[in-house]
């Protein structure tokens, strides 16, 4: 079932890269197709995944490549549990939604969707993935279609974009594949779970060089002040699909990694961190919330409220306990979610007024009450607004922290309250106010691809603010082994 997950976006790929000239237009419907047969797929895994079964499930794998062969084996290894199933979920959904905002794409239209699809394959790689190896692989494949969307189809230096997104990543990744091989040529496999039975205690390298070494590209994919600079350009100048897919899953990668790798392999050099990365957290929940207050584009505002919002998984990770981690994969969660919606709203609202800058934009409510509508509940589950998925996720992050790190945390609570300045601050600006003549010609969301995107991230964002436990089950099975492990060298 995973390994069909994995698949069926790639096929869509080479289905739209292949059509005719002729009928080009039909890429979109094959991207929706194929999207959505992965969705539900997703929506299997999730549903089946048992909670009350230990280790990983629904496991396909097979030799790549033999020990006899290369001198060490690296296997195609796939399976998930209850940090990685909810993520598998959240791509499939946000995946959907980007075909559907990228309705009315005309241009390439078959090279657009057949990127976006494989982009899709590459991100449930590493969500997937349970050898090294195979993990670094995807993570690098995630980079051609992100280079390729923002470069070819997005706005602005969009060229600068991308090429900075991709030296970023790319530098960060340097460094975690000697990380990996570090660990791989010492303990003598890339199996993650051989990884974490059997920890690695001493290496020809130090190892807390090889953790740090591994954490620099989940910092930079998180991203973690001062790694964060790349972010807000990439947002800015991609198209609204990408920017959907870059904050609601890419970001994640980063949470991800740390809490699948970095944690459990290497739990000893992850404790004596624990105080520099709460450090890096609470200042990048407060850099973040800041630079966000000063934004005049609203693209880029969402893009530096992100860097904010990311803070608190770093948060939650730092506290090194079984609360503190499930508030942090919770976060990953809410977060896409919560951001993706807002970057759907800030793309619908910008294809009909053709202007990001906020101060162009008053009492737009009155022409566009649907989007508008929208676009508070986006704001308002981003602020951590009870009974929507934010809150959820902010207040675990905070009772699994506080004792932990007090400070780090009471700077996580400013930070809340600075993204109620700025987001209440944004709506105001752009929703009240009268109505102005210069946007009296504005039509609303009617259409059904934007409807139904919209409406299926609203439905998620609150059903998991009304009932926690649709997501929280699933997260604390995943944690609580990673919480063992490293709550056993504390």
């Given amino acids: ?7 069926l976006p790639a096929v869509g790929a080479l289905l739209a890269l292949f059509l005719p000239k002729e009928r080009a237009q039909d890429a979109k419907w094959i991207a929706l197709v194929f999207s959505g047969l992965a969705f539900l797929v997703s929506i299997a895994v999730f549903v089946l995944y048992n909670p009350h079964v230990e280790g990983y499930q629904f496991v396909d794998t097979f030799d790549w490549i033999t020990a006899d062969t290369a001198g060490f ?14 993520l598998v979920l959240l791509l499939g959904l946000l995946s959907v939604v980007s075909v559907l905002v990228s309705w009315r794409i005309d241009v390439k239209e078959q090279q657009y969707f057949a990127w976006l699809l494989f982009m899709e394959t590459a991100v449930a790689g590493v969500f997937l993935s349970l050898d090294l190896i195979q993990f670094f692989l995807f993570w690098e494949l995630e980079l051609l279609p992100m280079f390729m969307l923002i470069s070819q189809w997005g706005s602005g230096r969009r060229l600068y974009s991308a090429t900075k997104f991709l030296i970023y990543t790319l530098a960060g990744s340097a460094f975690m594949l000697v990380g990996f091989l570090v660990l791989g040529a010492t303990a003598g496999t890339f199996e993650i779970a051989e990884l974490v039975a059997t920890p690695v205690t001493e290496a020809a390298v130090p190892l807390t060089l090889v953790f740090w070494a591994i954490m620099l590209a989940f910092l930079v994919k998180l991203p973690t002040f001062p790694l964060h600079t790349w972010l807000p350009d990439a947002h800015t100048d991609a198209p609204t699909a990408v920017s959907v897919m870059l904050a609601g899953v890419l970001l994640k990668m980063g949470g991800y990694g740390i809490l699948r790798i970095a944690l459990p392999i290497l739990p000893q050099q ?15 929940v407060l850099w973040g919330a800041v630079i966000t207050l000063r934004q005049t584009d609203l693209k880029r505002l969402v893009a530096y409220s992100s860097v904010s919002h990311m803070g608190y998984v770093l948060l939650g990770v730092s506290a090194m306990g079984a609360v503190g981690l499930s508030g942090a994969a919770m976060q990953m969660f809410t977060h896409g979610t919560i951001t993706g919606l807002l970057f759907v709203v800030v793309g619908l609202i910008y294809d009909r007024t053709h202007t990001r800058e906020i101060s162009q934009m008053s009492g737009l409510m009155h022409r566009m009450p649907v989007v508008g509508t929208v676009f508070v509940i986006a704001g308002l589950a981003s602020l951590g607004l009870p009974g929507m998925s934010g809150f959820v996720a902010e207040l675990t992050t905070f009772l699994g922290s506080l004792e932990v790190h007090p400070v780090a945390t009471m700077a996580g609570i400013f930070g809340v309250v600075l993204s109620a300045g700025y987001i209440l601050w944004t709506v105001q600006r752009v929703l009240h106010g009268p109505a102005t003549e210069k946007w009296r010609d504005l039509t609303d969301a009617t259409s059904w691809w934007e409807i139904t995107a919209m409406a299926s991230l609203v439905i998620v964002i609150l059903a998991v603010g009304i009932y926690p436990p649709l997501l929280t089950n699933a997260v604390e099975a995943g944690i609580a082994p990673i919480a063992q492990i490293i709550e056993g060298v504390s």
Avoid: K, N
């Fill in 270 to 284: 992850a404790h004596d961190a624990r105080w520099i990365l709460a450090t890096l957290a609470g200042f990048s």
């Fill in 1 to 7: 079932m995973l390994t069909l997950f994995l698949l």
């Fill in 73 to 86: 084996a690296i296997s195609y290894t796939v399976g998930v549990d209850g940090l990685s199933a909810p």
